[in-house]
């Protein structure tokens, strides 16, 4: 079984600072890692996704987030973030064999002012 | 395209009727999930299909049930609702059997059940 760790449920930032939003998983086998973004009242958008290869991923909006194997981490980071990134982030793993069910963190409100 | 759809957007009922949600996908995608989110919580997996055959059902009540009547296509009808199932009810597709295939969400369905 997996779990997922935001320990964070809300960051507040300024507009044009940068933020990072962790995220710590547990699992018994290798997973896939993804970052989900929820504007209000709407559906979840794949922000990005760990499967294999460099450590470091670059998304959508600008956002980037970076596979720590030793730390089980997957945070995400953005540089400088602007009032329309004001959200909800959600972190996710799932196997890397058999169904594709997706384990969600609590999720993180990312609340951006000016 | 890798929009996919669900209505209505909004539904209200009471607790003696009969209603159906919708979803749709043209991805040519083989694994359909619907999932049940409350407010400030994540999404939680309530069934999955895989090739139009239901692959996982979480222990969700009776009273909500899925049909898939055909790969593109996802109903989730319900009948005799309670008022604690009211919530968002999400919507979603990927490549499905094994493998690292992220999940496309709809909008979803905005239920409240008086």
């Known amino acids: 079984a997996q779990s997922v760790t935001q320990l964070d449920s809300q960051v507040p930032v300024f507009e044009e600072a940068p933020v990072e939003l962790r995220c710590n998983y547990s699992s018994s086998v290798s997973v896939y890692l993804f970052w989900y973004v929820q504007y209000p009242n709407q559906g979840l958008q794949l922000l990005l996704k760990y499967l294999s290869g460099s450590t470091l991923v670059k998304g959508i909006n600008g956002f980037e987030a970076e596979f720590n194997k030793s730390q089980t981490s997957f945070h995400l980071r953005k540089p400088s973030v602007h009032i329309s990134d004001t959200a909800e982030y959600f972190c996710?793993?799932?196997?890397?064999?058999?169904?594709?069910?997706?384990?969600f963190g609590k999720g993180t409100m990312l609340l951006v002012s000016p | 395209d890798t929009e996919v759809t669900q209505t209505p957007k909004h539904l209200v009922m009471g607790m003696t009727n009969k209603k159906s949600l919708k979803c749709e996908q043209h991805?040519?995608?083989?694994?359909m999930y619907w999932y049940k989110q409350k407010a400030k919580k994540p999404p939680e997996l309530m069934f999955v299909?895989?090739?139009?055959?239901?692959?996982i059902n979480e222990s969700v009540p009776s009273r909500f049930s899925p049909e898939c009547p055909n790969s593109s296509l996802l109903n989730l009808h319900l009948h005799a609702l309670q008022p604690e199932d009211s919530a968002l009810y999400l919507c979603a597709s990927s490549q499905g059997g094994a493998g690292p295939y992220e999940q496309y969400f709809g909008p979803g369905t905005r239920l409240t059940v008086t």
């Open positions: 991805m040519g995608h083989r694994a």
């Open positions: 299909y895989s090739y139009e055959k239901l692959s």
């Open positions: 996710a793993v799932t196997p890397n064999s058999g169904y594709s069910t997706l384990t």
